[in-house]
């Protein structure tokens, strides 16, 4: 599966996003997808993930409460809203598919985005 991130741009903080990323494929629905972000200087960072069905999620501690994954299958979309953005927040955000259950580290992800640059200004 190819997939295309989409979405980021420059906010202020307090501001809102919706990410998005299309994917390719007619197997789309049996990947588990989630979305991770690298800062300048940091190394690659779980963010959210969500099951092939959209019935599990998992997120970062430093994302609860404000960010939301969801997907659509028959778009072919993965989504993470992210709401009460922070300074903190500023990274390239990447979207990334797997076969199977959902999974919090990079190396479990064997198909990635080229992600979308989220720039947040206090």
């Known amino acids: 599966v190819q997939l295309q991130a989409s979405g980021g741009g420059l906010v202020q903080a307090g501001g809102s996003l919706r990410l998005s990323c299309a994917a390719s494929?007619?197997?789309?629905?049996?990947?588990?997808l989630g979305w991770f972000r690298q800062a300048p200087g940091k190394e690659r960072e779980f963010v959210a993930t969500i099951s092939w069905n959209g019935n599990m999620t998992s997120y970062a501690d430093s994302v609860k409460g404000r960010f939301t994954i969801s997907r659509d299958n028959a778009k072919n979309t993965v989504y993470l809203q992210i709401n009460n953005l922070k300074p903190e927040d500023t990274a390239i955000y990447y979207c990334?598919?797997?076969?199977?259950?959902?999974?919090?580290?990079?190396?479990?992800?064997?198909?990635w985005g080229q992600g979308t640059q989220v720039t947040v200004s206090s």
């Open positions: 990334a598919a797997r076969r199977g259950t959902i999974a919090v580290v990079t190396i479990a992800y064997d198909n």
């Open positions: 494929g007619r197997t789309f629905s049996s990947y588990a």
